[in-house]
């Protein structure tokens, strides 16, 4: 259910935090995907490898922005799969 997705969202997002790489982290918008980008503005955007995203609208949107494929992160403790069974 939406308390399950949520839950897996926090997941996700204190594990890439973790990793003290990023200067923030933060949570999309469920409704726009743009908005939370148009609110902060950001210099680079990482995506995830898996993440599916309009690069060329994002570009469009925010032409200074550096947009990263990053690979994944342990995948054997991270991947969505399985953070659904271990919850």
Known sequence: GQADHDFLHFLRLDAVRATGLPHQVILGNLTN???CLL?????VIGLGYDQRADTEAIQSLLPHVK?????AFEPHRYKTSLLKTNS
Do not use: G
């Not at 609110?39 to 210099?43: A, F, I, S, V």
């Not at 947009?67 to 690979?71: C, G, I, K, N, Q």
């Open 33 to 35: 995907f743009y908005q």
């Open 39 to 43: 609110d902060h503005r950001p210099d």
């Open 67 to 71: 947009l990263v494929r990053l690979a």
